[in-house]
Nanobody
């Protein structure tokens, strides 16, 4: 089993920056990619960004050019650097790992963008 723990959420002003981290533990050998998704109240979960172990990235259209995902294979962690934040970015951000046994989700961390 894989366990994922997110950290770094909080309150930030529009135009500000925030960094989210996700730490994986447990049965991590089969993980081939990790990523971030988000879900706002009343909306469906949407892709933020994913990254493979060899650093191939994919971003959701609404965050391209503003967010950057990176992976640290030795530390089994993934980081999401968010800049130029907008109120529309307010959501629970969930970390995910993709592996041979399917997808594992973290519990999520709240990001609120407000003045």
């Amino acid at each position: 089993q894989v366990q994922l723990v997110e950290s770094g959420g909080g309150l930030v002003q529009p135009g500000g920056s925030l960094r989210l981290s996700c730490q994986a533990s447990g049965s991590i050998s089969s993980i081939y990619a990790m990523g971030w998704y988000r879900q706002a109240p009343g909306k469906e979960r949407e892709l933020v960004a994913t990254i493979t172990k060899d650093a191939l990235t994919n971003y959701g259209a609404s965050v391209k050019g503003r967010f950057t995902i990176s992976i640290n294979n030795s530390q089994n962690s993934v980081t999401l650097q968010m800049t130029s934040l907008k109120s529309e970015d307010t959501a629970v951000y969930l970390c995910a790992s993709m592996g041979a046994r399917g997808t594992t989700w973290g519990q999520g961390t709240q990001v609120t963008v407000s003045s």
